[in-house]
């Protein structure tokens, strides 16, 4: 028969323990370093001035060809400036567009990479759950196991108990014979004599006497007997 | 934090479910606000539409100042009817150029502002994936604990009656009922 589990056999290996660790200091380091950036950038996105740039570029650009355009006929021209302001507005709706869409996309990018890290906590957490699961119906199954040998145990005690009190109780109850070892002994009213029967916990052996004792119960009760045939 | 020294983790599963748990929070406090601003902007924002009315405003008194030093610089002896006229022409234009830039902002707006949506909708979509499976996992660890339970419960319901069968069949055999 085996000794009980002991809980040190059940400890994570060098290897688990160390899987462990290093998971661990690299998810501080991530935290430490990269998570920072990460809120930078959502700082940043929040406040980014690219539309102000390109809105310097584009207000740059239609100046030089304005510029570079300019003459007498020009200036004469009455309607010297029109087209030139659409152009202008153009370029700088240009700028704001190219601009707020590099605000978007910044913004999305963090949002997503953020959210990424946040869906691995969830999927992490779930497999914790499952982890934690396994670990109850684990648990379980064990006290189920213990409770089950228990009642076993139980009811083996119980019918052991009831077929040795069953056998006690008829043991005795011998005929009771004279000196000679073959005639029996009568009483007054000519019934034959009996030894006096065993109760529930005690036997009597042949002569009638009560089996006492550890060493008697043992030897009356033939358990270490090698015979088969007994 | 030293970069050499390995911290010591003695329960795994706990310090990876709070590990889980914080990254959650964490997000919630870093990340939540800027997430509902970026999808109330994706809805509500019209700076494109915006700027261009204050460009087209802007640009009627810049092109009117550079069409005046032109015309100073050039030496052009503009009549008042004519100065008149050139003045009519680029409200005029600009005019035009507001209307048509705006619109092409609207346009430019919906753009982007449907693109913001889209893409918003795909990480929303990701995180619903997630959590859906999330779901899942936890619904058939529930089942798995409740199956468990019935079965460990049918299980001791069926040994404690084959104990007692069992005693009783001893005690019919013992005493010869």
Do not use: C
Request: proline share 2%; hydrophobic share 35%; net charge positive.
């Amino acid at each position: 028969m085996g000794s009980k589990p002991k809980k040190s056999e059940y400890k994570p290996s060098a290897a688990e323990k160390a899987s462990a660790a290093v998971a661990l200091a690299e998810h501080r380091y991530f935290k430490e370093k990269y998570d920072p950036l990460l809120q930078k950038m959502r700082d940043a996105s929040k406040n980014d001035d690219s539309a102000d740039v390109l809105r310097g570029r584009a207000n740059a650009d239609t100046m030089q060809t304005l510029a570079g355009g300019a003459s007498y006929d020009r200036a004469v021209n009455a309607a010297s400036g029109g087209s030139e302001a659409q152009a202008y507005q153009a370029q700088l709706a240009q700028a704001d567009k190219a601009g707020l869409k590099i605000k978007n996309d910044m913004q999305l990018g963090v949002l997503g990479t953020a959210r990424g890290q946040a869906a691995d906590a969830q999927t992490g957490m779930a497999a914790a759950a499952n982890m934690g699961a396994s670990r109850v119906l684990t648990k379980a199954a064990a006290k189920q196991q213990v409770r089950a040998a228990k009642t076993a145990a139980a009811g083996q005690i119980g019918t052991s108990l009831i077929m040795q009190g069953a056998k006690n109780m008829q043991s005795g109850g011998e005929v009771k014979m004279q000196a000679d070892g073959k005639t029996p002994m009568k009483d007054a009213n000519g019934n034959v004599m009996r030894t006096e029967k065993g109760s529930f916990f005690t036997p009597r052996d042949d002569d009638g006497n009560k089996v006492q004792g550890f060493g008697n119960r043992l030897g009356y009760s033939d358990f270490f007997s090698t015979n088969p045939y007994n | 934090m030293s970069t050499t020294a390995l911290p010591s983790v003695s329960d795994p599963d706990k310090v990876y479910a709070d590990i889980t748990r914080n990254e959650y929070l964490d997000y919630k406090k870093n990340y939540g606000e800027f997430e509902q601003e970026l999808l109330d902007r994706a809805e509500n924002d019209t700076t494109l539409i915006d700027e261009a009315k204050v460009n087209a405003t802007g640009a009627q008194g810049l092109m009117s100042g550079i069409a005046d030093r032109n015309a100073d610089r050039y030496g052009v002896p503009l009549t008042p009817a004519q100065r008149q006229q050139q003045r009519r022409g680029l409200r005029r234009q600009n005019t035009l150029g507001y209307a048509q830039s705006v619109n092409d902002a609207r346009i430019a707006q919906k753009e982007l502002n449907q693109a913001v949506i889209g893409d918003l909708i795909n990480i929303g979509q990701g995180v619903n994936r997630s959590s859906l499976g999330q779901l899942q996992g936890a619904a058939q660890g529930a089942t798995q604990r409740k199956n468990a339970y019935d079965q460990a419960r049918a299980a001791s319901k069926a040994q404690t009656i084959s104990t007692v069968g069992g005693l009783a069949s001893a005690a019919i055999f013992a005493f010869a009922f």
